[in-house]
């Protein structure tokens, strides 16, 4: 699943393309939405929060998107015809360009934002961040569950939103923290919170946290990608597990010598 990073990323290609300009045609391709039809408006902008995106049309409703595992938005000229096949959820089209939503985890029209981010904790990437108190937020949050795994914890939306497996497991090797440690033995929750927000927020600029000029899998991250191979730090080789809920189990990376127990 995409971290917040990429998905904010998104955002700001779908504005390129859509804000300020009338819409001339939109094709939902999911049974809830079939029908409807927002030609003739203008698209006002495009946000993110957390994983979720909102286009926001004038006069409403607010289209509401989410990538998943394997979502994700192409922006084609007008008049190029989109992929075949049915991996085309949704297609929102203006005079010059067309964005093209392909295997969208979700597309819903709503009237308010809240119905689909009102319960989410505060968003990592968040220009407001400071202003907002949201890294006291976050961890208010985190510790209403103090027996869970950090692990478990960082991916709850609900606490803070737009972390991933990728910069879960980048966060807690920086802090030396063993994942399966529970969020009431941590004091430095803040700190950590802090630290996630940084790396997202550095990784739209920069390609990960790690530059080496190596383009393979794992080669620009501290453990993320990297089980078996050498630690960055100590040398010791990277471990790979799963952590979570049965049946929702999600891969964790890290070094047994950096992140002792």
Known sequence: MPEGDAVYRT??????????????????????????DLSGRTVLTTVSYGKHLLTRVAGGPI?????RMDGSWRILPSGRRPPPGDQVRLILANAEWQAVGLKLGAVDLVSDESEVIGH?????????????GAAAEAVRRLRERPERTIGEALLDQRALAG?????????????????????????????????????LR?????????????????????????????CRRCGRRISRGEMGAHAQERLILWCENCQPR
């Open 11 to 36: 955002a700001a290609r779908l504005r390129e393309a859509l804000d300020g300009r009338v819409l001339t045609r939109t094709d939902f391709r999911v049974p809830r939405h079939a029908t409807s």
């Open 63 to 67: 289209v509401h998107t989410h990538l």
């Open 120 to 132: 989410l904790g505060p968003d990592l990437l968040s220009e407001e961040w400071e202003a907002a």
């Open 163 to 199: 972390l991933g497996t990728v910069y879960r497991a980048e966060t807690l090797f920086l802090r030396g923290l063993w994942p399966w440690r529970r969020v009431g033995e941590i004091e430095e929750l803040e700190d950590l919170v802090t630290l996630a927000r940084r790396l």
């Open 202 to 230: 550095a990784n739209l600029r920069y390609a990960g946290t790690v530059t080496t000029g190596d383009r393979r899998p794992g080669s620009q991250t501290w453990v993320y990608g990297r089980a078996g191979r050498p």
